[in-house]
């Protein structure tokens, strides 16, 4: 098989043009313009749009319309985005939503990497949703998980969240492209049936039923029963684990790179599905004592992991787009000495 | 085929008051697709949020109800991916040209062959009767008790800036409204059609309106059509397409 050398972002926007994408829309933002920039010279439709916001509804169109279709971001777009990924949750379009993460609130700091958007990716928008987030952790993964998350989106009709990082995304591997069965088309397109009512309001069919409680439980009950299912699919994780450790260190994306080095002193999981969590980590979180997550934030996948194990976690935190292994290295050892 | 074939009468009635000016555009809009032939095939109606945005869910076409401002967009991905669509958006004054100001301003100048359909009623009416941008000075609202401080945003101009096709029509002016819809159709490239529609509910009545009928009227008396089409941009309370 042929190697390519390719940048993380490079990797999206080609796994993205084997996957099938026919339509990307979206707006500049460092460090997620490079999925931009290649894809221009493809033969996809490419549209640069005025804003975020009007990137993932002319995404959530085009899907709708028999496209398969794409955005990619970073914080601040994800941000804006929100409200037209609960639509594309609500109406069920499927269609992929990239977001290289960089260091936040606000305008924060663009270059630098940040693991920052995990929370936002399943609470981001009002209500209640059930999104299926991949975060991979090499350029090889980004290009396989590109595909994969299209895959997702056929399956699930959803918006399938690809997180990434301005580290992995900027980085330069070579990699060998992975092969993996493209799901086509399933949604009949605009046109095809002529009674079909797309709303964001709760709704049975082409009804909608705005203040009816039960439609509204229904409605929900389908999306969270049908996530769940299509995700058992996509069970993607990685464990390295050493039978001479009481200790499991839990991270993705950029971070897990840098948990590599710890693997001969404790054991390592690092959930690639990132959300539905996998449910997996409950049965090999029980032969640890202590568990700890590494983030590049301030606890937001330690929340999910305490609420999914119903036990108390440790956090070792990076901040600022700074990783220093010697650093993560002492706090890993003073996180452990003090459970 | 008939004009109604294009309703879904399973769900009437309507979520409108009565004396509301959107049905009136509704049977227009579908008495234009009949006449131009259109088919659920290839046709599709993108709305925003607003009472002229529930209009979507009236048509039996698929079609697209999204999120408050997002109808442009959503509107040209459509078209975008599937150019033998005509896509039409259906939607409000605050809708379009508050909210979603800012994809109407690219839209135009992107020209996309979309047909935008703005049911001008100057009042935010599904929220209560809060002022829009289309409202006029020293109107009162709920938002505006000592009279509207805002100048109504000049869309004329915003449409004509980028040579694209623009049209004021009202609900009482039928045929001039049904000529607007034709040929906006027509029209290659993105049309604007704004369609002044009473909202007696929300904005009429606080006005001293006694029922629609009496809007109405007013837009009979208030509006004139432009007898000649010289490509000129409309004066105040002229009729008339642009393009």
Known sequence: MEKLLLQGNEAIALGAVKAGLSFYASYPITPASEILHYLVKTNVKVVQMEDEIASINAVIGASLAGAKSMTATSGPGFSLKQEGIGLAH?????????????????????TLPAQGDILQCKYGSHGDYFPI????????????????????AEDSLSPVILLSDGYISH????????????????????????????????????????????????????????????????????????????????????????????????SLFRPIRIFPMIEELTEIAQRYRKILVLEMNAGQYLSEVERLLQRRVKLVSVLGGKINL??????????IETI | MGYRD????????????????????????????EEQGFTYENTTVVSGIGCSARSAGYFKLDTVHSIHGRA?????????????????????????????????????RRNTDINIICIDNEIYGMTGGQKSPTTELHIKTLTSPKGNEDRPINVQAIIRAHDDFYARTTVYHYNHLKKCLKEAIEWKGLSFLDIKAPCISNNGRRLGFKNGYEMLIHYKDEYKIRTSDNGHLLAEKELGIVK
């Not at chain 1, 975060?135 to 994969?148: A, F, G, T």
């Not at chain 1, 769940?228 to 200790?247: C, G, I, P, Q």
């Not at chain 1, 010697?326 to 996180?335: D, K, L």
Request: charged fraction near 20%; charge should be neutral; aromatic fraction near 10%.
């Open chain 1, 90 to 110: 609500m109406i069920e379009a499927p269609l992929v939503v990239v977001d290289v993460q960089r260091v936040g609130p606000s305008t924060g700091m663009p």
């Open chain 1, 326 to 335: 010697n650093q993560v290295a002492r706090e890993v050892q003073w996180a």
């Open chain 1, 133 to 152: 987030v991949f975060y991979p952790n090499s350029v090889s993964e980004l290009y396989r998980y590109s595909m994969e998350a299209f895959n997702a």
């Open chain 2, 72 to 108: 442009i967009p959503v509107a040209e991905g459509i078209k975008m991916a599937n150019e033998k669509m005509n896509v039409f958006v259906f939607s409000g004054d605050g809708d379009l040209l508050g909210i979603g100001g800012n994809h109407l301003l690219h839209a135009c």
């Open chain 1, 171 to 266: 980085l330069t591997e070579t990699m060998v492209p992975a092969e993996i069965p493209i799901k086509p088309r399933t949604l009949p397109p605009l046109g095809a049936l002529g009674t079909r009512h797309y709303t964001g309001l709760t709704h049975k069919g082409a009804f909608p039923k705005a203040t009816d409680a039960e439609a509204h439980q229904e409605h929900m009950a389908h999306l969270q029963k049908k996530q769940l299912e299509v995700a058992k699919n996509y069970l993607f994780y990685e464990y390295l684990e050493n039978k001479n450790s009481d200790t499991l260190l839990i991270s993705f994306g950029a971070m897990s790179r840098l948990a590599y080095a710890f693997k001969d002193q404790y």
């Open chain 2, 6 to 33: 294009y309703i879904r009468e399973e769900r009437f009635p309507t979520s409108w008051c009565g004396g509301c000016g959107i049905g009136i555009v509704l049977k227009a809009v579908c008495q234009t697709f």
